[in-house]
């Protein structure tokens, strides 16, 4: 009985796990037994059966087992062991383009094999490329798999057979300390139709016999469906908790100027609409905060989101304080230049400009006045997450298309930007509609503005799909 809990036991506890193969699994981000048992197969496979050579079609994944009657190097194109097979209904050949003088000997004539793999049209008939495969000392009573065969993920000096062999021990291991720490309580498993997460492991690892080779399905597999939970349950906590530890940090408090505000509306050949006014009067709620702000702001194309952006940028430029906006591509980014430029010139407000292609003069300008305070709004890509890239007071972040950043890399800004233990406050943007429970669950570390109304005269975008057969009709509409 193991005493010590499975995430202290390190892989080299494991038979055949030395410091070279650990490495391997360290690649895959195990690091010991229970990261081994959390890493789920991609599929399955299907070796409870021998199948008949004659019998196989192309593009069957199979298991065959025969006798080899032919084993030869064949010099084309490409060097390849070639190993022709047979059993009582046929023959199939198996072609290794990476062998060693090892496998060559042991894939010699007169040899009992067994090999699994996927059925292809070949130059001389039916062929298998790198099958797995076993030579069989006694095919008669050699037992086949009593479950379906897990196949893993893995990466480059790590075959599949080594990993399931690893798998196994620390299965074993699981079986003989107990249980994996499960933070559900027997009642909640019980109320939504769940394994404990020591069955769930148990079964993704080693499936019932009579599973379907679909069971990785998570309608059908009752493990998947647990570690799903697991998976949703663990995001939504740390989305929480981060929320909650936002609420503990400081932020700086930024009231409106009024008459920079009033002047810039001015400036717009149109009037905010009642959905822009909403959104923006709650962000300026949270600006005048000693929270963080932590903001989504949501809205069709065409809905205005710039428009409330630039009046967040000029709620903090107005109270003494910096603004960043980046996007995810340079396009997008010089179209949030233009605009900006063109509203913020008559205002007297400075907008510089950093993406990857800025060098020399021209960049080492810009990070000045971005340091001296000069620069009031900068714009830019991910060249704003540089390490020399360094704020004089920024007070606020806005991020467009915030689907394409990650939650790290919004972290990575504001703590870039943070002043001791202050922390600029932060508006993220995007246009795709994310449903409310998607909204409480992904982004449950952010509050939510929606702009729900085009402003007036503006068509509605409808959205399409095409097939690809069309291709040629939808350029020439274009």
């Given amino acids: 009985m193991h005493s010590e809990p499975i995430d202290q036991i390190p892989l080299t506890r494991l038979k055949g796990v030395g410091p070279a193969l650990e490495k391997k699994f360290n690649q895959l981000g195990i690091y010991n037994v229970q990261d081994l048992l959390f890493h789920v197969p991609l599929r399955y496979e299907d070796r409870t059966k021998i199948s008949l050579i004659g019998k196989v079609k192309i593009g069957d994944q199979v298991q065959l087992q025969g006798e080899i009657v032919n084993s030869t190097i064949q010099f084309g194109r490409r060097r390849s062991l070639h190993c ?3 059993d009582n209904t046929g023959f199939i050949n198996l072609r290794f383009f990476h062998f060693s003088a090892a496998q060559k000997e042991m894939l010699r004539t007169g040899k009992q094999v067994r090999c699994f793999g996927e059925v292809r049209r070949g130059r001389s ?12 000392e006694d095919p008669e009573n050699e037992p086949v798999a009593d479950s379906l065969t897990p196949n893993y993920p893995t990466t480059e000096g790590l075959q599949q057979g080594r990993l399931r062999n690893v798998a196994r021990q620390a299965l074993e291991i699981l079986e003989d300390s107990g249980q994996v720490q499960d933070y559900l309580p027997p009642y909640l498993t019980h109320q939504l139709g769940l394994q404990s997460l020591t069955e769930a492991i148990k079964l993704i690892h080693r499936p019932p016999i009579d599973s379907a080779l679909s069971w990785t399905n998570e309608a059908i597999n009752p493990g998947q469906k647990r570690l799903a939970f697991e998976e949703l349950l663990a995001h939504r906590l740390c989305m929480r908790r981060f929320r909650n530890d936002s609420k503990k940090q400081s932020a700086p408090q930024l009231q409106a100027d009024d008459k920079l505000i009033s002047r810039y509306l001015q400036i717009l050949p149109f ?3 009642g959905g822009q006014q909403k959104a923006y009067l709650q962000i300026a ?3 005048a905060s000693v929270c963080p702000m932590l903001r989504l702001l949501q809205g069709d194309v065409g809905s205005g989101k710039t428009v409330v952006a630039a009046l967040s ?6 109270s003494g304080y910096q603004a960043t906006l980046m996007a995810p591509t340079e396009i997008l980014a010089e179209q949030h230049l233009l605009n900006f430029r063109n509203w913020f010139a008559p205002l007297g407000i400075s907008v510089g400009w950093l993406s ?12 000045d006045s971005l340091a001296e305070g000069t620069c009031q709004l900068l714009i830019g890509t991910h060249a704003l997450f540089q390490n020399d890239v360094a704020y004089l007071r920024l007070g606020l972040i806005i991020i467009d298309e915030q689907h394409r950043f990650g939650v790290h890399q919004r972290l990575a800004l504001r703590e870039k930007a943070a002043t001791g233990d202050i922390n600029p406050h932060q508006l993220v943007m995007t246009a795709t509609p994310i449903p409310r429970t998607l909204a409480m669950s992904a982004y449950a570390d952010l509050d939510n503005s929606i702009i729900d109304e085009l402003p007036p005269g503006r068509t509605p975008v409808n959205t399409a799909i095409i097939s690809s057969a069309r291709r040629e009709e939808v350029i020439d509409r274009i």
């Avoid at 039916?126 to 030579?135: F, G, S, T």
């Avoid at 800025?358 to 300008?365: A, D, N, P």
Wanted: hydrophobic fraction near 35%.
């Fill in 84 to 86: 022709v097979i047979r």
């Fill in 125 to 136: 008939g039916l062929e298998m490329y790198h099958p797995e495969y076993r030579i069989l």
């Fill in 271 to 273: 009037t905010l609409t």
């Fill in 285 to 287: 709620q949270d600006l």
């Fill in 313 to 318: 940028a000029l709620h903090a430029i107005g």
């Fill in 356 to 367: 990857g292609k800025s060098k020399g003069s021209e960049r080492r300008q810009i990070l």
